[in-house]
């Protein structure tokens, strides 16, 4: 009788443990990134504390797996990578949001907007089916404590003759 109930046991015991790790791995929402070069500055983990839990009014905060990195939505309307390389000169579209300046690369319904005059720098990938340039704004407080580096964008004013 014993024998029929150990081969029992083991399938009951084999059955709780994949139903558990099938539990503690299936049940994520973390989004897959990968950290930027600089990721590891203090500066970017003083602005990863700052994030809202929600940007365009709409979209929440999910988890992801890469240092100093943040997604909104599901699936993601805005990606936010800190430790990216600082642009010094940049023939793209630059403009103020706040106190913040951004460079803007329209790459279809993909828009990269990269700071300027922040080191280290930060880039905010939306989808702009989604969402729009408003995740700007709403990250500004967390995006405003890096340090400034001099850079600014310049009106054409400023540099014609």
């Not at 990968?34 to 203090?42: F, G």
Request: with cysteine; hydrophobic share 40%; aromatic share 4%.
């Amino acid at each position: 009788m014993d024998t029929v109930r150990r081969p029992l046991r083991i399938v009951a015991g084999l059955g709780v443990l994949v139903a558990l790790a099938a539990g503690l791995t299936g049940c994520t929402n973390a989004v897959t990134m990968t950290a930027a070069p600089s990721a590891n500055a203090a500066a970017c983990a003083a602005a990863q504390v700052r994030l809202p839990d929600t940007v365009d009014t709409k979209y929440a905060l999910r988890n992801t797996d890469a240092q100093s990195t943040a997604a909104w939505g599901d699936p993601s309307a805005a990606l936010y990578h800190c430790g990216v390389a600082v642009p010094t000169v940049s023939d793209l579209p630059c403009f103020a949001k706040g106190s913040v300046d951004w460079i803007r690369d329209d790459e279809g319904k993909r828009i990269v907007y990269t700071t300027f005059g922040r080191d280290p720098a930060v880039q905010v990938v939306i989808d702009s089916t989604k969402t729009t340039d408003q995740v700007l704004q709403d990250i500004g407080t967390a995006v405003e404590s890096l340090p400034e580096d001099g850079h600014r964008c310049l009106d054409p004013s400023d540099v014609q003759g």
